[in-house]
Nanobody, 121 residues
Framework: QVQLVESGGGLVQPGGSLTLSCSAS????????MGWYRQAPGKQRELVAD???????NYANSVKGRFTISRDDVDNMVYLQMNSLIPEDTGVYYC???????????????WGRGTQVTVPS
């Protein structure tokens, strides 16, 4: 089984910065994409940023220019550098991995448990 563990969340004042980290472990044979989603109170989970195997990245319009996603494919890590944080960035941030496990031809979609980011207004 694939496990994702996030870290780095916390309380930060508006304008501040945080870096989230996610470590993936398990019998991963190929990663298609890794990324970050967030869920604000009372809202649906939404894509924040993701990075595919070809090096392409996608960002939510609301975070473009402020957040940067990066990956370490040797250690199966993904990071989210968040700058110029605003109260609207508050939410639980989830790590996501899409890919394949060893000896399994079916694609999988795995999630971490989430880490809270709070930016007070």
């Amino acid at each position: 089984q694939v496990q994702l563990v996030e870290s780095g969340g916390g309380l930060v004042q508006p304008g501040g910065s945080l870096t989230l980290s996610c470590s993936a472990s398990g019998s991963i044979s190929r990663i298609v994409a890794m990324g970050w989603y967030r869920q604000a109170p009372g809202k649906q989970r939404e894509l924040v940023a993701d990075s595919n195997a070809g090096g392409g990245t996608n960002y939510a319009n609301s975070v473009k220019g402020r957040f940067t996603i990066s990956r370490d494919d040797v250690d199966n890590m993904v990071y989210l550098q968040m700058n110029s944080l605003i109260p609207e960035d508050t939410g639980v941030y989830y790590c996501n991995l899409r890919g394949y496990q060893t000896h399994d031809t079916r694609p999988g979609d795995w999630w971490g448990r989430g880490t809270q980011v709070t930016v007070p207004s």
